[in-house]
Protein backbone atom coordinates (compact mmCIF):
# COMPACT_ATOMS: atom_id res chain seq x y z
CA UNK A 1 0.00 0.00 0.00
CA UNK A 2 2.62 2.59 0.89
CA UNK A 3 4.57 1.86 -2.27
CA UNK A 4 1.36 2.68 -3.96
CA UNK A 5 0.74 5.75 -2.68
CA UNK A 6 4.30 6.59 -3.01
CA UNK A 7 3.58 6.14 -6.94
CA UNK A 8 1.41 9.28 -6.97
CA UNK A 9 2.76 11.48 -4.82
CA UNK A 10 2.99 13.82 -7.72
CA UNK A 11 -0.54 14.10 -8.27
CA UNK A 12 -1.71 14.55 -3.97
CA UNK A 13 -4.59 17.43 -3.74
CA UNK A 14 -3.48 20.84 -3.37
CA UNK A 15 -5.02 21.18 0.24
CA UNK A 16 -5.05 18.24 1.55
CA UNK A 17 -4.25 17.51 5.67
CA UNK A 18 -0.32 17.72 5.59
CA UNK A 19 1.04 18.67 3.54
CA UNK A 20 4.61 16.98 3.28
CA UNK A 21 4.04 13.18 3.85
CA UNK A 22 5.00 11.69 0.25
CA UNK A 23 3.61 8.47 0.65
CA UNK A 24 0.50 9.93 2.03
CA UNK A 25 0.18 12.95 0.09
CA UNK A 26 -1.52 11.21 -3.02
CA UNK A 27 -2.66 13.19 -6.39
CA UNK A 28 -1.53 16.61 -4.57
CA UNK A 29 -0.09 17.85 -7.76
CA UNK A 30 -2.23 17.07 -10.29
CA UNK A 31 -5.69 18.15 -8.47
CA UNK A 32 -4.03 21.34 -8.34
CA UNK A 33 -4.14 21.06 -12.62
CA UNK A 34 -7.01 19.56 -12.13
CA UNK A 35 -9.00 21.90 -9.71
CA UNK A 36 -7.21 24.71 -11.88
CA UNK A 37 -9.39 23.48 -14.81
CA UNK A 38 -12.21 26.11 -14.53
CA UNK A 39 -14.12 25.21 -17.84
CA UNK A 40 -16.36 27.91 -17.78
CA UNK A 41 -19.20 27.92 -19.93
CA UNK A 42 -19.03 31.28 -22.22
CA UNK A 43 -22.67 31.89 -22.20
CA UNK A 44 -24.26 34.74 -20.00
CA UNK A 45 -25.78 34.30 -16.50
CA UNK A 46 -29.32 33.86 -15.99
CA UNK A 47 -29.55 37.29 -15.36
CA UNK A 48 -28.06 38.05 -19.03
CA UNK A 49 -24.99 39.71 -17.55
CA UNK A 50 -22.22 40.32 -19.77
CA UNK A 51 -19.46 37.95 -19.83
CA UNK A 52 -15.98 39.75 -19.48
CA UNK A 53 -12.64 38.80 -21.72
CA UNK A 54 -11.11 37.65 -19.01
CA UNK A 55 -13.61 35.41 -16.84
CA UNK A 56 -16.90 34.50 -17.91
CA UNK A 57 -20.02 35.38 -16.22
CA UNK A 58 -17.85 38.32 -14.58
CA UNK A 59 -18.63 42.28 -14.44
CA UNK A 60 -16.50 44.51 -13.06
CA UNK A 61 -18.86 45.61 -10.02
CA UNK A 62 -19.10 42.37 -8.84
CA UNK A 63 -15.33 42.80 -7.69
CA UNK A 64 -16.53 44.81 -4.95
CA UNK A 65 -17.80 43.72 -1.45
CA UNK A 66 -19.94 46.38 -2.06
CA UNK A 67 -22.13 44.80 -4.93
CA UNK A 68 -22.44 41.97 -2.41
CA UNK A 69 -23.31 43.42 0.36
CA UNK A 70 -26.51 45.66 -1.29
CA UNK A 71 -28.03 42.14 -2.47
CA UNK A 72 -27.81 40.97 1.36
CA UNK A 73 -31.30 41.52 3.99
CA UNK A 74 -29.79 42.16 7.39
CA UNK A 75 -26.13 41.87 6.94
CA UNK A 76 -25.35 43.04 10.23
CA UNK A 77 -27.19 40.22 11.78
CA UNK A 78 -25.01 38.58 14.29
CA UNK A 79 -24.04 34.81 12.95
CA UNK A 80 -22.26 33.72 16.29
CA UNK A 81 -21.85 36.09 19.25
CA UNK A 82 -18.18 36.37 21.25
CA UNK A 83 -19.20 34.12 23.28
CA UNK A 84 -20.60 31.62 20.86
CA UNK A 85 -17.38 31.46 19.12
CA UNK A 86 -15.63 31.27 22.29
CA UNK A 87 -17.53 28.34 22.86
CA UNK A 88 -17.15 27.01 19.45
CA UNK A 89 -13.44 27.10 19.07
CA UNK A 90 -13.17 25.29 22.45
CA UNK A 91 -15.01 22.33 20.92
CA UNK A 92 -12.55 22.30 17.81
CA UNK A 93 -9.71 22.29 20.05
CA UNK A 94 -10.91 19.85 22.13
CA UNK A 95 -12.53 17.46 19.54
CA UNK A 96 -10.42 18.00 16.00
CA UNK A 97 -7.12 15.71 15.88
CA UNK A 98 -5.09 18.55 13.82
CA UNK A 99 -5.72 20.80 16.64
CA UNK A 100 -3.35 21.47 19.59
CA UNK A 101 -3.96 22.62 22.85
CA UNK A 102 -0.42 24.08 24.20
CA UNK A 103 -2.13 24.47 27.02
CA UNK A 104 -2.30 20.83 28.08
CA UNK A 105 0.74 19.69 26.82
CA UNK A 106 2.71 17.83 29.78
CA UNK A 107 5.86 19.03 30.58
CA UNK A 108 7.44 16.27 29.01
CA UNK A 109 6.91 13.85 26.05
CA UNK A 110 8.00 10.52 25.14
CA UNK A 111 10.46 9.70 22.30
CA UNK A 112 7.46 7.74 20.49
CA UNK A 113 5.66 10.57 20.59
CA UNK A 114 8.07 13.09 18.98
CA UNK A 115 8.73 10.34 16.82
CA UNK A 116 5.41 9.60 15.26
CA UNK A 117 4.78 13.60 14.72
CA UNK A 118 7.99 14.07 12.77
CA UNK A 119 8.29 11.03 10.84
CA UNK A 120 4.40 11.40 10.11
CA UNK A 121 5.05 14.92 8.22
CA UNK A 122 8.61 13.99 7.21
CA UNK A 123 8.24 11.30 5.09
CA UNK A 124 11.19 10.92 2.68
CA UNK A 125 10.33 11.12 -1.11
CA UNK A 126 10.97 7.83 -3.46
CA UNK A 127 9.51 9.93 -6.64
CA UNK A 128 12.40 12.78 -8.77
CA UNK A 129 12.34 15.64 -7.28
CA UNK A 130 13.70 18.51 -9.19
CA UNK A 131 15.57 22.22 -7.78
CA UNK A 132 14.40 25.76 -9.58
CA UNK A 133 16.60 24.98 -12.39
CA UNK A 134 14.45 21.76 -13.71
CA UNK A 135 17.34 19.65 -12.72
CA UNK A 136 16.95 16.42 -10.59
CA UNK A 137 18.06 16.69 -7.27
CA UNK A 138 20.85 14.41 -6.64
CA UNK A 139 19.86 11.62 -3.79
CA UNK A 140 22.46 12.13 -1.67
CA UNK A 141 21.40 15.83 -1.36
CA UNK A 142 17.90 13.94 -0.10
CA UNK A 143 19.50 11.61 2.24
CA UNK A 144 21.53 14.98 3.84
CA UNK A 145 18.00 16.59 4.36
CA UNK A 146 16.42 13.55 5.74
CA UNK A 147 19.56 12.53 7.62
CA UNK A 148 19.35 16.38 9.25
CA UNK A 149 15.64 15.22 11.27
CA UNK A 150 17.90 13.71 13.68
CA UNK A 151 15.64 10.84 14.63
CA UNK A 152 18.51 9.24 16.49
CA UNK A 153 19.04 12.17 19.14
CA UNK A 154 15.71 11.96 20.65
CA UNK A 155 15.94 10.65 23.87
CA UNK A 156 13.26 8.65 25.88
CA UNK A 157 11.87 11.92 27.09
CA UNK A 158 12.06 15.01 25.51
CA UNK A 159 11.29 18.31 27.87
CA UNK A 160 8.90 20.39 26.36
CA UNK A 161 9.94 24.27 25.84
CA UNK A 162 8.58 27.03 24.26
CA UNK A 163 8.96 29.86 22.10
CA UNK A 164 7.03 32.48 20.18
CA UNK A 165 7.76 33.50 16.60
CA UNK A 166 8.75 36.80 15.80
CA UNK A 167 8.59 37.00 11.87
CA UNK A 168 6.45 35.62 9.58
CA UNK A 169 7.97 31.88 9.26
CA UNK A 170 8.02 29.07 6.69
CA UNK A 171 6.44 25.88 8.34
CA UNK A 172 8.68 23.31 6.49
CA UNK A 173 7.78 19.76 6.04
CA UNK A 174 11.85 18.72 6.49
CA UNK A 175 14.69 20.95 7.96
CA UNK A 176 15.63 22.54 5.09
CA UNK A 177 15.06 26.08 3.56
CA UNK A 178 16.10 24.12 -0.18
CA UNK A 179 13.01 24.29 -2.56
CA UNK A 180 11.86 20.86 -3.90
CA UNK A 181 9.21 20.31 -7.08
CA UNK A 182 7.74 17.18 -8.03
CA UNK A 183 7.62 18.48 -11.82
CA UNK A 184 10.57 20.45 -13.83
CA UNK A 185 9.69 23.80 -14.32
CA UNK A 186 6.40 24.39 -12.10
CA UNK A 187 8.29 26.23 -9.49
CA UNK A 188 5.13 27.40 -7.15
CA UNK A 189 4.16 24.17 -5.60
CA UNK A 190 7.40 23.51 -3.13
CA UNK A 191 6.51 20.02 -2.04
CA UNK A 192 8.47 21.51 1.44
CA UNK A 193 6.14 24.29 1.80
CA UNK A 194 3.60 23.15 4.22
CA UNK A 195 2.45 26.46 6.12
CA UNK A 196 3.70 29.84 7.77
CA UNK A 197 3.29 31.07 11.17
CA UNK A 198 2.73 34.79 12.11
CA UNK A 199 4.47 36.98 14.79
CA UNK A 200 3.21 36.73 18.34
CA UNK A 201 2.06 32.79 17.79
CA UNK A 202 2.88 30.58 20.35
CA UNK A 203 4.95 27.28 19.76
CA UNK A 204 5.93 24.37 21.96
CA UNK A 205 9.92 23.16 20.94
CA UNK A 206 9.90 19.39 21.01
CA UNK A 207 12.81 18.68 18.74
CA UNK A 208 15.61 20.57 16.79
CA UNK A 209 18.20 19.29 13.35
CA UNK A 210 21.12 18.10 13.39
CA UNK A 211 22.72 21.12 12.27
CA UNK A 212 21.07 22.81 14.96
CA UNK A 213 19.20 25.59 12.71
CA UNK A 214 16.10 24.32 12.85
CA UNK A 215 13.08 23.57 15.10
CA UNK A 216 10.41 20.96 15.11
CA UNK A 217 7.74 22.85 16.57
CA UNK A 218 3.86 22.01 17.54
CA UNK A 219 1.37 24.79 17.27
CA UNK A 220 -2.23 25.44 17.53
CA UNK A 221 -2.66 23.99 14.18
CA UNK A 222 0.32 22.36 12.92
CA UNK A 223 3.64 20.42 13.71
CA UNK A 224 6.41 21.11 11.71
CA UNK A 225 9.98 22.26 10.95
CA UNK A 226 10.69 25.82 11.39
CA UNK A 227 13.82 28.23 11.44
CA UNK A 228 15.03 28.34 14.77
CA UNK A 229 16.10 32.34 14.22
CA UNK A 230 12.31 32.69 13.30
CA UNK A 231 11.53 31.24 17.43
CA UNK A 232 12.25 33.18 20.92
CA UNK A 233 12.63 30.82 23.85
CA UNK A 234 11.05 31.75 26.86
CA UNK A 235 9.41 29.90 29.72
CA UNK A 236 5.98 28.65 29.40
CA UNK A 237 4.57 31.24 31.54
CA UNK A 238 6.09 34.28 29.44
CA UNK A 239 4.46 32.38 26.55
CA UNK A 240 0.86 32.25 27.78
CA UNK A 241 1.63 35.73 29.42
CA UNK A 242 2.22 37.41 26.16
CA UNK A 243 -0.56 35.54 25.07
CA UNK A 244 -3.40 36.11 27.40
CA UNK A 245 -1.92 39.90 27.73
CA UNK A 246 -4.54 42.58 27.40
CA UNK A 247 -5.89 45.01 25.69
CA UNK A 248 -4.66 44.16 21.95
CA UNK A 249 -5.26 45.19 18.51
CA UNK A 250 -6.66 42.51 16.17
CA UNK A 251 -5.39 43.14 12.66
CA UNK A 252 -8.09 43.07 10.20
CA UNK A 253 -6.39 44.12 7.20
CA UNK A 254 -4.91 41.69 4.75
CA UNK A 255 -1.43 42.14 5.83
CA UNK A 256 -0.39 45.62 8.25
CA UNK A 257 3.51 46.04 8.64
CA UNK A 258 5.23 47.48 11.87
CA UNK A 259 6.74 51.69 11.23
CA UNK A 260 10.17 52.04 10.03
CA UNK A 261 12.15 52.56 12.80
CA UNK A 262 16.26 52.79 12.92
CA UNK A 263 16.44 52.73 16.42
CA UNK A 264 14.53 49.43 16.84
CA UNK A 265 15.59 46.68 13.83
CA UNK A 266 14.45 43.51 15.48
CA UNK A 267 10.55 45.72 15.01
CA UNK A 268 10.90 47.69 12.35
CA UNK A 269 8.80 46.85 9.43
CA UNK A 270 7.60 43.63 10.77
CA UNK A 271 4.59 42.25 8.26
CA UNK A 272 1.61 40.98 10.37
CA UNK A 273 -0.63 39.08 8.70
CA UNK A 274 -5.30 39.48 8.99
CA UNK A 275 -6.30 37.59 11.75
CA UNK A 276 -3.35 38.50 14.50
CA UNK A 277 -3.89 39.75 17.84
CA UNK A 278 -1.14 41.80 19.61
CA UNK A 279 -1.14 43.37 23.28
CA UNK A 280 -1.11 46.48 23.23
CA UNK A 281 2.56 47.90 25.01
CA UNK A 282 0.37 49.47 28.17
CA UNK A 283 2.74 51.81 29.91
CA UNK A 284 4.81 52.84 26.77
CA UNK A 285 6.55 56.28 26.54
CA UNK A 286 4.93 59.40 24.69
CA UNK A 287 7.82 58.74 21.91
CA UNK A 288 8.39 54.68 20.87
CA UNK A 289 11.57 54.29 19.14
CA UNK A 290 12.00 57.91 17.99
CA UNK A 291 8.20 58.97 17.31
CA UNK A 292 5.28 60.30 18.78
CA UNK A 293 2.76 57.66 19.64
CA UNK A 294 -0.23 59.27 19.19
CA UNK A 295 -0.61 58.51 15.78
CA UNK A 296 -0.05 55.29 15.93
CA UNK A 297 -1.04 51.79 18.67
CA UNK A 298 1.97 51.08 20.61
CA UNK A 299 2.13 47.33 20.73
CA UNK A 300 4.37 44.48 22.19
CA UNK A 301 6.37 42.54 19.94
CA UNK A 302 8.52 39.18 20.88
CA UNK A 303 11.85 39.83 20.09
CA UNK A 304 15.11 37.51 19.52
CA UNK A 305 17.82 38.03 21.77
CA UNK A 306 21.80 37.19 20.74
CA UNK A 307 21.42 34.21 22.87
CA UNK A 308 18.23 32.96 21.39
CA UNK A 309 15.65 33.53 24.23
CA UNK A 310 12.86 35.85 24.71
CA UNK A 311 12.84 39.57 24.70
CA UNK A 312 9.74 42.06 24.46
CA UNK A 313 9.84 45.39 22.73
CA UNK A 314 7.21 48.04 21.63
CA UNK A 315 6.67 48.62 18.07
CA UNK A 316 4.09 50.95 16.54
CA UNK A 317 1.45 50.32 14.53
CA UNK A 318 -0.12 53.40 12.13
CA UNK A 319 -3.83 54.22 13.08
CA UNK A 320 -4.69 54.08 9.60
CA UNK A 321 -3.94 50.73 9.47
CA UNK A 322 -7.10 48.39 9.45
CA UNK A 323 -7.09 47.19 12.85
CA UNK A 324 -9.76 46.61 15.77
CA UNK A 325 -9.65 46.46 19.41
CA UNK A 326 -11.56 43.07 19.32
CA UNK A 327 -12.11 40.72 16.67
CA UNK A 328 -14.70 42.10 13.95
CA UNK A 329 -18.45 40.97 14.93
CA UNK A 330 -19.38 37.76 12.84
CA UNK A 331 -21.96 38.97 10.44
CA UNK A 332 -22.33 38.57 6.30
CA UNK A 333 -20.95 41.88 6.01
CA UNK A 334 -17.84 41.55 7.16
CA UNK A 335 -17.24 37.95 6.02
CA UNK A 336 -17.27 39.76 2.34
CA UNK A 337 -15.12 43.17 3.48
CA UNK A 338 -12.64 40.51 4.97
CA UNK A 339 -12.43 37.90 2.22
CA UNK A 340 -12.49 40.67 -0.59
CA UNK A 341 -9.36 42.04 1.01
CA UNK A 342 -7.40 39.34 -0.45
CA UNK A 343 -8.93 40.17 -4.14
CA UNK A 344 -6.10 39.55 -6.20
CA UNK A 345 -3.48 38.50 -3.91
CA UNK A 346 -1.19 35.97 -5.79
CA UNK A 347 -1.56 32.42 -4.76
CA UNK A 348 0.76 30.72 -2.41
CA UNK A 349 0.93 27.64 -1.69
CA UNK A 350 1.40 26.80 1.82
CA UNK A 351 1.49 30.37 2.56
CA UNK A 352 4.25 30.79 0.13
CA UNK A 353 5.32 33.91 -1.54
CA UNK A 354 4.35 35.99 1.62
CA UNK A 355 1.09 35.06 0.53
CA UNK A 356 -1.57 32.23 1.45
CA UNK A 357 -3.57 28.98 -0.51
CA UNK A 358 -7.31 28.57 -0.31
CA UNK A 359 -7.64 26.94 3.00
CA UNK A 360 -5.34 29.68 4.34
CA UNK A 361 -7.54 32.59 2.91
CA UNK A 362 -10.79 31.20 4.02
CA UNK A 363 -9.11 30.94 7.42
CA UNK A 364 -7.35 34.45 7.99
CA UNK A 365 -10.75 35.69 6.98
CA UNK A 366 -12.79 33.83 9.71
CA UNK A 367 -10.08 34.28 12.39
CA UNK A 368 -10.41 38.28 12.18
CA UNK A 369 -13.86 37.63 13.35
CA UNK A 370 -12.39 35.25 15.38
CA UNK A 371 -13.28 32.09 14.54
CA UNK A 372 -10.72 29.41 13.97
CA UNK A 373 -10.48 26.92 11.30
CA UNK A 374 -8.00 23.74 11.12
CA UNK A 375 -5.20 24.48 8.40
CA UNK A 376 -5.80 22.19 5.30
CA UNK A 377 -9.00 21.75 3.47
CA UNK A 378 -9.38 18.01 4.33
CA UNK A 379 -9.22 18.70 7.70
CA UNK A 380 -11.22 22.11 7.61
CA UNK A 381 -14.23 19.61 5.68
CA UNK A 382 -14.14 16.88 7.60
CA UNK A 383 -13.75 18.26 11.23
CA UNK A 384 -16.28 17.09 13.97
CA UNK A 385 -16.51 20.21 14.93
CA UNK A 386 -17.90 21.87 12.43
CA UNK A 387 -21.45 22.14 11.50
CA UNK A 388 -21.30 20.77 8.32
CA UNK A 389 -23.42 18.81 5.34
CA UNK A 390 -21.67 15.90 3.31
CA UNK A 391 -23.74 15.01 0.40
CA UNK A 392 -23.32 11.45 -0.94
CA UNK A 393 -25.32 12.09 -3.95
CA UNK A 394 -25.65 14.05 -7.04
CA UNK A 395 -29.69 14.75 -5.81
CA UNK A 396 -28.38 15.81 -1.99
CA UNK A 397 -25.31 17.74 -4.01
CA UNK A 398 -28.01 19.73 -5.84
CA UNK A 399 -30.14 20.60 -2.72
CA UNK A 400 -26.99 21.95 -0.75
CA UNK A 401 -25.99 24.08 -3.29
CA UNK A 402 -29.65 25.54 -3.78
CA UNK A 403 -29.57 26.11 0.59
CA UNK A 404 -25.77 27.74 0.18
CA UNK A 405 -25.60 31.36 1.97
CA UNK A 406 -22.92 34.13 1.94
CA UNK A 407 -19.77 32.71 4.18
CA UNK A 408 -20.49 29.00 3.25
CA UNK A 409 -17.80 27.36 2.64
CA UNK A 410 -17.88 24.97 -0.23
CA UNK A 411 -15.53 21.94 -0.56
CA UNK A 412 -14.12 19.83 -3.12
CA UNK A 413 -10.81 17.19 -3.42
CA UNK A 414 -8.14 19.93 -2.53
CA UNK A 415 -10.16 23.06 -2.73
CA UNK A 416 -12.11 25.33 -0.62
CA UNK A 417 -14.33 28.38 -1.97
CA UNK A 418 -16.62 30.93 0.36
CA UNK A 419 -19.83 31.84 -0.89
CA UNK A 420 -20.79 35.82 -1.73
CA UNK A 421 -24.45 35.63 -2.99
CA UNK A 422 -26.32 34.68 -5.93
CA UNK A 423 -27.20 36.16 -9.73
CA UNK A 424 -30.47 34.78 -10.24
CA UNK A 425 -30.23 31.03 -9.49
CA UNK A 426 -26.06 31.31 -9.95
CA UNK A 427 -24.37 31.12 -6.97
CA UNK A 428 -20.99 33.22 -6.80
CA UNK A 429 -17.41 31.86 -4.60
CA UNK A 430 -14.59 33.57 -3.95
CA UNK A 431 -11.47 31.63 -3.85
CA UNK A 432 -7.44 31.67 -3.93
CA UNK A 433 -6.98 29.39 -6.74
CA UNK A 434 -3.32 28.33 -8.54
CA UNK A 435 -4.51 28.05 -12.11
CA UNK A 436 -7.51 27.18 -14.92
CA UNK A 437 -8.89 27.03 -18.41
CA UNK A 438 -11.67 28.55 -19.83
CA UNK A 439 -14.12 27.91 -22.87
CA UNK A 440 -13.55 30.08 -26.06
CA UNK A 441 -15.96 31.29 -27.92
CA UNK A 442 -15.33 28.17 -30.30
CA UNK A 443 -15.97 25.85 -27.17
CA UNK A 444 -11.74 24.92 -26.73
CA UNK A 445 -10.24 25.23 -24.07
CA UNK A 446 -8.08 27.89 -23.31
CA UNK A 447 -5.86 28.55 -20.14
CA UNK A 448 -6.66 30.75 -17.65
CA UNK A 449 -4.24 31.59 -15.62
CA UNK A 450 -6.41 32.98 -12.51
CA UNK A 451 -3.46 32.25 -9.80
CA UNK A 452 -4.47 34.49 -6.85
CA UNK A 453 -7.78 35.26 -5.30
CA UNK A 454 -10.41 35.85 -7.61
CA UNK A 455 -14.57 35.57 -8.55
CA UNK A 456 -15.82 33.30 -10.05
CA UNK A 457 -19.59 32.03 -10.60
CA UNK A 458 -20.12 28.38 -9.40
CA UNK A 459 -22.16 26.18 -11.55
CA UNK A 460 -20.28 26.43 -14.71
CA UNK A 461 -16.81 25.65 -13.34
CA UNK A 462 -15.87 22.00 -14.56
CA UNK A 463 -12.76 20.01 -14.25
CA UNK A 464 -13.08 18.76 -17.72
CA UNK A 465 -15.65 17.84 -20.56
CA UNK A 466 -17.36 15.34 -18.23
CA UNK A 467 -16.74 16.54 -14.57
CA UNK A 468 -18.06 19.49 -13.04
CA UNK A 469 -16.93 21.14 -9.78
CA UNK A 470 -20.65 20.74 -8.24
CA UNK A 471 -20.02 17.06 -9.00
CA UNK A 472 -17.07 16.89 -6.73
CA UNK A 473 -18.35 18.85 -3.86
CA UNK A 474 -17.82 16.40 -0.78
CA UNK A 475 -19.02 19.45 2.38
CA UNK A 476 -20.28 21.90 3.09
CA UNK A 477 -19.60 24.13 6.53
CA UNK A 478 -21.60 26.69 7.29
CA UNK A 479 -20.14 28.82 10.36
CA UNK A 480 -22.76 28.30 13.14
CA UNK A 481 -22.86 26.91 16.42
CA UNK A 482 -22.17 23.08 16.25
CA UNK A 483 -25.23 20.97 17.47
Known sequence: MRAQQIQVVAMRSAEHPRRTRFPRRAARGANIVLLGVLCIASNAMATGTQATALVPGIREAYLTPAYWIARLHHPDAALLDRAAIARQNARLTRLDPTMHDLRTLPAQLPRAQVAEWITTLSTPPVVPMFDASGAPVAPSMLDAIVAN???????????????????????????????????PGDTDIDRFQESALFPGTPVAIIHQSRDRQWL???????????????????????????????????????????????????????????????????????????????????????????????????????????????????????????????????????????????????????????????????????????????????????????????????????????????????????????????????????????????????????????TRFVDRVTDIVRIRAAP
Not at 264 to 270: D, G, K, L
Not at 444 to 461: E, F, G, I, W
Request: charged content about 20%; proline content about 7%.
Open 216 to 466: FIVSLRYAAWVAREAIAEGSRQQVFDYVDRAPARWITGARVRTVFTPEAPSVSEIDVDMGVRLPLATGAADVVNGQNAYTAWPVLLPVRADDGSLRFAAALIPKIASTSATPLPLTRRNVLRQAFRFLGERYGWGHDYGSRDCSGFVSEVYRSMGVQLPRNTGDQARSPALARLHPATAAERQAALRSLRVGDLVYLPGHVMLVIGRIGQEPYVIHDIHRGNVRDANGALRPLHLNAVSVTPLTPLRFDDG
Open 149 to 183: RALDTIPEVQPIRYGLVVRRAALRGFPSAARMFST
